[in-house]
């Protein structure tokens, strides 16, 4: 058979499976000589597994239908490497397949560079995705991307009841630190407060830094007994967080949600106004406290 032709040409009988003719491409990218292949098994120049394919899947096919393309096999070189390449078969009608053989190498190459590429876009949405859904200097949740997370928890309760409660706080202290010791004091000192509420709180929860100043948690099938303890372990965290002299307090508002047949947009609204309104009075009674919304 011509080597000259840029693909691999080969001929075996369809009944004992023997190779009777290769090209000198097949030679060349296997690496063997004609004795090596002649007379020979096709399961010496084909893999397992392709040989399990074409056992199973490709031969009856052929003897069906007489022809078969662009069948991805793998082939053994000398040397005992695996190649992988596509293949057309087809039969005669006798005895005789003949197979036109093409090296996938470079197409398998670029076939990789394509997954990698995907691959890498993918992490690279993600990653964007955190940093729109992320407050940069916390690692929180932002506002807006806390917002979604809440309505979506407040929707699921609707269908399948949980007790959810919200939680809004305020570092008393933050302000004072502010204007005495710098911004970078102040930033740091919420960095803190956010590791703190990251050990505190539930993964199940939305914690979120809702403004400059203010840190807000949505607690997922917590009672406001348990909500309060959370708090209270918070708070006793924070209390070890120091900022040259100064030690911190929170002033802390809860609320518990009522979901009873209204919109997640209305509920949530409703919600944080109370959750103020607690908060307000934790901070008029002297800071440093936790009230919850009595209804």
Not at 16 to 23: A, F, K, Y
Not at 160 to 165: D, E, G, H, R
Not at 204 to 233: G, I
Request: charged content about 20%.
């Amino acid at each position: 058979m011509d080597a000259e032709f840029p693909c691999g040409l080969m001929i075996t009988d369809l009944h004992d499976r023997h190779i009777l003719q290769v090209n000198g491409y097949i030679l060349d990218m296997t690496r063997c000589d004609e004795s090596a292949l002649l007379g020979l098994p096709l399961s010496v120049l084909l893999s397992k597994a392709s040989m399990i394919f074409m056992e199973s899947y490709v031969y009856p096919s052929l003897l069906d239908q007489g022809i078969h393309s662009e069948l991805q096999l793998t082939i053994k070189t000398h040397e005992g490497h695996r190649l992988p390449i596509v293949a057309n078969v087809r039969y005669d009608g006798e005895r005789h397949v003949y197979w036109s053989i093409f090296s996938a190498v470079e197409r398998d190459k670029l076939y990789q560079e394509l997954i990698d590429a995907r691959d890498q876009l993918e992490e690279q949405a993600i990653r964007l995705n955190e940093l729109a859904s992320t407050d940069a200097l916390t690692g929180l949740f932002n506002r807006r991307a806390a917002e979604s997370r809440m309505l979506g928890m407040l929707a699921k309760t609707l269908r399948v009841f949980a007790p959810l409660t919200l939680v809004v706080i305020e570092i008393d202290q933050l302000e004072s630190i502010r204007q005495q010791l710098g911004q970078s004091s102040a930033d740091a000192v919420l960095k803190h407060l956010a590791d703190a509420m990251g050990r505190v709180f539930r993964s199940v929860d939305v914690v979120a830094r809702w403004s400059e100043t203010k840190l807000m948690v949505m607690c997922y099938d917590a009672t406001v007994e348990v909500t309060h303890q959370l708090c209270d372990d918070l708070n006793n965290i924070a209390e070890s967080i120091t900022a040259e002299g100064f030690s911190l307090t929170l002033s802390i508002g809860v609320v518990s949600l009522s979901t009873a047949k209204n919109q997640p947009e209305d509920i949530l609204a409703s919600a944080i106004s109370r959750a103020d309104a607690a908060l307000y009075i934790s901070v008029a009674s002297g800071r440093g406290q936790i009230t919850v919304f009595e209804h």
